[in-house]
């Protein structure tokens, strides 16, 4: 098979502007049938214009889009018995209990009895809600929300999902109940489009695209991206991470400082030479500091790293 | 075809049926404003505040002011002493309505000639001041016709019947029928805003809350959407109709000469109408703050321009052109004819159709209006 036919997702020269801002700026890409492929960037990068018009709810002001071999900006309704789309807020009706969102959405898509009951109560199963399907979606947590609005689009079969930063304000429980849920659709054959505010989970995609301004800088799979980092990580392990970010911040060679869990992450040209001036510098600033080490770059650290290129005057 | 309208029905009654606030504000306000605007309503004019200037102080001149004293409508404010005290009331608003009984009075009634009676109308409210003036030709008509009557008893002659010097208003209504004409304008109106602006909120709530955005990906139909929004509000509009026309039948004693049937085709047309009026703000509008300026922006002419108070022939032709795409105008003819006058299809079949027009018309614009896409 070739890799024109394996693509079931397609956006050539997508764009979409709002007045002035080109939310989205002659963006492409492919996506793979039966993968997960991740849409990451940062705030007002363009992500959910493009997933709402992937979805077929906002019109492109050129580009084409072709989905399962189809071309969803002449005709948008085509494309929709193939899709499944959760919006950035998922529209519950709050006054409905869990059972009764389901039944609407599954009537919506004219879903047959027994198939709907079966995947509702599987879906319901994975995510741990079970036992909430009578209560009212208004009184649900907003983690119970966000599974019970997949739930609600996946409820019909869809060949390819949508999903705008489904885990946003979701505990790390219902994260991972969540990307169980997405594994096993995977396994199902349905490819996955995920936008995500949170690079841990950019690393579970098979591959990502990193938008800035309505651009797509790169696309491919987390440890290529990982590659086209140039120079190395340093991490500085310390409880005193601003302290840290800001006695290293200006030094020579060191291009970028980012805050992380554990203290500060470093990009360097080269680690070997810059580690001794890091620790000459901290001691200078007084930092209490645990360790200092190369290690792996996250996909946190190759974003923030690839964002800076972007941004940086050439 | 249209599998989804079902689906869509459930969910709205689902919703309505959750929501206490919604269900309150379907019963209780409705049948408070129907209480309150049936009596605030009226052409009939009670409590005229009147000043009273007496320069006679004759037996006649005390009887005469006697009738106004002793008659509801009329609220004598103040016995003045003077013609200057008499236009100070006037001028003042302290009073809209002034007698002054001249000097004399009694003499030329003794006579046997016309008296004349002097009345102020503060003719800045022109409806109240003709009524009002309706109502002293009554009350000095009265007394004339008394007077002669007693006159003759006493002298025991023929005399020539006075003249009444008042004008006569042969069209005045002094009976209750004035809240039989309103009370039916009431209940169209009362309709009217309650049908426009449920409906008004219906598309754009869900465009806010965001389910909106969950609707267009699924593979709905424009139509299907927007008649899935037309039965439910249609249901809730006529039990609406059946609340406010019980308030106007048990509580305001309206009668109810004509046919159920053709009142009930009536107020299916007009709630179809009316429905298709919200709908269509609701597909333009993009946040509930725009619907509820639209709402009022267009609910104050459709009332002005119907034909509740003001007669819709005296309107300029412009505006008696507008009055054809208003459904209250026609509902009002419907509802009138059919609860005061018994006049069936055979005559009212042309705002029959107008409203049938109108609906079609309006429902057929929502559909296409209403676009499965977020802008
Ligand atoms: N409906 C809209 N009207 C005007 N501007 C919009 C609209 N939607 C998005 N934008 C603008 O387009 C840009 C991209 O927004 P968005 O696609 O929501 O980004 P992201 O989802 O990546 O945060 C932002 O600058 C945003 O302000
Ligand atoms: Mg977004």
Redesign the interface.
């Known amino acids: 098979m070739n890799a024109a036919r394996e693509s079931i997702v397609t956006a050539d020269g997508l764009t979409k502007r709002f007045a002035e801002v080109a939310a989205v700026d002659g963006l492409s890409f492919s996506v793979n049938h039966g993968e997960i492929f991740g849409l990451v960037g940062p705030d007002g990068a363009g992500k959910t214009t493009t997933m709402r018009m992937l979805a077929g709810v906002l019109r492109p002001d050129g580009g084409g889009i072709v989905i399962d071999g189809v071309d969803v900006v002449a005709d948008p309704e085509s494309g929709k018995p193939h899709l499944s789309y959760m919006p950035q807020r998922f529209g519950l009706y709050e006054e409905l209990t869990v059972d009764e969102n389901i039944r609407f959405y599954a009537d919506l898509f004219e879903v047959a009895q027994d198939v709907r009951e079966e995947r509702a109560s599987r879906l319901l199963a994975a995510s741990g809600m079970s036992q909430f399907r009578g209560r009212r979606a208004g009184q649900l947590s907003g983690g119970m929300k966000q599974k019970l609005g997949l739930t609600c689009a996946l409820v019909h079969t869809p060949q390819i999902l949508l999903l705008d930063e489904p885990t946003t304000g979701v505990d790390p429980v219902s994260r991972r109940e969540f990307w169980g849920i997405l594994y096993g659709l995977r396994e199902e054959g349905v490819t996955i489009l995920i936008t995500t505010a949170y690079l841990d989970e950019a690393e579970r995609c098979n591959r990502l695209a990193l938008l800035h301004n309505g651009h797509l800088l790169y696309c491919d799979t987390p440890a290529a991206l990982k590659q086209r980092m140039s120079g190395a990580v340093v991490a500085i392990t310390s409880s005193a991470g601003r302290a840290a970010h800001a006695a290293i911040a200006d030094l020579a060679g060191v291009s970028n400082v980012i805050l992380v869990g554990s203290g500060v992450h470093a990009v360097v040209d080269d680690a070997a030479s810059r580690i001794p001036a890091l620790r000459d510098a901290l001691q200078r600033g007084n930092v209490v500091f645990d360790d200092i080490a190369v290690t792996a770059p996250s996909i946190e650290d190759v974003f923030v790293a690839l964002l800076e290129d972007e941004r940086r005057p050439r | 075809m249209f ?2 309208i ?2 869509m029905v ?2 709205e009654f ?2 309505l049926r ?2 206490k606030a919604a269900r309150f504000l379907l019963v209780v306000p409705p049948i408070l404003q129907m209480l309150l605007f049936g009596y605030a309503a009226t052409f009939e004019v009670y409590h005229v505040s009147t000043a009273v200037l007496d320069l006679d102080h004759s037996q006649e001149s005390r009887d005469l002011i006697a009738r106004f004293t002793s008659n509801g409508r009329f609220n004598v404010m103040k016995l003045a002493r003077s013609q200057r005290g008499i236009d100070k009331a006037i001028d003042s608003s302290e009073a809209t309505v002034a007698i002054v009984v001249h000097a004399g009075f009694a003499e030329l009634l003794r006579k046997g000639q016309g008296a004349p009676l002097q009345v102020i109308v503060d003719g800045t409210n022109s409806n109240t001041a003709l009524i009002a003036l309706g109502y002293i030709n009554t009350i000095a008509a009265g007394f004339a016709q008394d007077y002669v009557t007693d006159l003759m008893q006493r002298v025991g002659q023929e005399t020539r019947p006075l003249q009444v010097t008042l004008e006569q208003w042969p069209w005045f209504n002094p009976d209750l029928n004035g809240r039989w004409f309103f009370v039916p304008g009431v209940i169209g109106t009362l309709t009217l805003v309650l049908i426009v602006n449920l409906t008004a909120f219906a598309i754009v709530r ?1 465009r806010e ?12 139909r424009p139509a299907e959407f927007i008649l899935g929004k037309t039965v439910p509000f249609f249901l809730v509009g006529l039990g609406e109709v059946a609340l406010v026309v019980a308030v106007g039948l048990l509580w305001f004693r309206i009668p109810f000469v004509g046919n159920p049937f053709v009142l009930l085709f009536g107020t299916a047309l007009f709630l179809l109408s009316s429905l298709a009026v919200g709908l269509l703000i609701s597909t333009v509008c993009s946040t509930q703050q725009q619907a509820f300026s639209t709402n009022f922006f267009i609910l104050s002419p459709f009332f002005i321009l119907s034909g509740f108070a003001f007669p819709i022939a005296s309107m300029p032709q412009v505006l008696q052109w507008f009055t054809f795409v208003n459904p209250l105008r026609y509902y009002l003819v419907v509802i009138r004819a059919t609860l005061l006058k018994g006049v069936g299809i055979d005559v009212l079949w042309p705002d029959f159709v107008a409203m049938a027009i109108l609906a079609l018309l309006l429902l057929t614009l929502s559909i296409l209006r209403f676009r ?4």
């Open positions: 599998a989804r079902i689906p459930i969910k689902l919703q959750r929501d869900e809350v965001g389910t909106l955005e969950q609707i267009m990906v699924s593979p709905i499965k896409t977020l802008e």
